[in-house]
């Protein structure tokens, strides 16, 4: 497998690199995470950057890409931790259909969107007891990732013993803040007027792949940083007069740390690919499982290493890589955690 970036790819990671430098440094995300949690101003620089665009057909106004051609953006904003929920929206827009009326307003940053299906007691299994009848919805969804600010739900609903896609409006919402900083909201449905979709339960399965495959992407650019800066602090930090990262012992945990982010990287460029290649819905869904048993133990692995070797300030909030470790952490779980895709992938 080629796991070089086509020099379209590059480019745009490079100009999402030089954006988040310039205008997403550490200080600024922690004033955002303090404020409304996400920034409007952000969201639009997004859609002209035609990240929004990117994986959307061109006659909506996208550019027809696929996981691959996000992946390297995803890495970027795992580097700089970013909070708005782009992936939330990329995921609810993928189960509108390729033609919906919204699309093209996603692209250009006026519409966000969020994929409501998680319920209590779900595991990440496709328990679902929300109910569609007679146009409206009834029930109640956990943990939505975006949904504070999105202004449209794609939720998933039993219509008899059917489970397919219904759009609404924003319902009544409980936000909430995750442990990493990001925007998520229980919602309640009650009576709530509904417009049904064209998928079913393979759509969402595909995805929540898609969505997956991204968080890998992402967590592998946390570990980037992680790695990266706990790199920088070894070299500065000094004990008995000479850098801790001269001990012997210490550049043997920081290889690990770098194999390890290496070997996620490797397994996330797999998912991304298996779900561009329009291989069979099994094929697909193992590479994914794999690639999030792989992730969750090097996000372990990395996040923890850079917290214990920054001593006892790598668990301080002014120090970017405790917030790391928070993102690493969810990531992990997001969307199906090590041991359900270990169980998805032995069935498979």
């Known amino acids: 497998m080629n796991f070089d970036y086509s020099e379209e790819q590059q ?30 101003q952000v969201w639009k620089q997004f859609a002209e950057m035609g990240i929004l665009g990117l994986p959307l057909p061109a006659d909506v106004g996208g550019f027809g890409g696929g996981a691959v051609d996000l992946m390297a953006v995803m890495e970027a904003f795992g580097e700089a931790l970013v909070v708005e929920p782009v992936v939330p929206t990329l995921m609810a827009a993928r189960l509108l259909g390729k033609h919906h009326r919204l699309l093209s307003s996603v692209a250009e940053g006026r519409t966000r969107l969020a994929f409501a299906h998680a319920e209590k007691g779900a595991r990440y299994r496709p328990l679902v007891n929300t109910r569609y009848s007679s146009g409206t919805l009834n029930g109640e969804k956990c943990a939505v990732a975006g949904a504070p600010i999105a202004d449209k739900l794609v939720v998933s609903a039993r219509d008899g013993e059917r489970i397919g896609l219904f759009l609404i409006d924003k319902a009544g919402l409980r936000g909430h803040s995750t442990l990493d900083g990001m925007l998520a909201a229980d919602v309640v449905l009650t ?64 290889v690990d740390m770098y194999i390890s982010w290496e070997q996620a990287r490797s397994m996330a460029c797999l998912a991304c690919s298996k779900i561009d290649n329009n291989t069979s819905a099994a094929e697909r ?17 990395v996040s923890q290493e850079a917290v214990q070797l920054h001593g006892g300030m790598g668990m301080s909030e002014e120090l970017k890589v ?27």
């Open 322 to 348: 405790s917030h790391a470790f928070r993102r690493l952490t969810v990531l992990a779980a997001e969307w199906g955690d090590a041991d359900f895709h270990l169980e998805r992938f032995a069935s498979l």
């Open 11 to 40: 480019l745009l990671a490079d100009s999402v690199r030089r954006f988040l430098q310039d205008r997403y440094g550490f200080e600024q995300r922690k004033a955002i995470v303090a404020g409304e949690g996400w920034s409007p």
């Open 191 to 254: 009576n709530t007027p509904a417009e049904p979709l064209e998928g079913d339960l393979s759509s969402i399965e595909e995805a929540i792949d898609f969505a997956a495959a991204l968080g890998c992407a992402e967590a592998a650019g946390a570990m980037k940083f992680a790695c990266d800066t706990t790199l920088e602090y070894l070299k500065t930090r000094k004990q008995f007069g000479v850098p801790i990262g001269t001990f012997q012992a210490l550049q043997h945990r920081m």
């Open 285 to 301: 869904a193992r590479a994914v499982s794999a690639a999030k048993i792989k992730i969750a133990d090097a996000a372990r692995h």
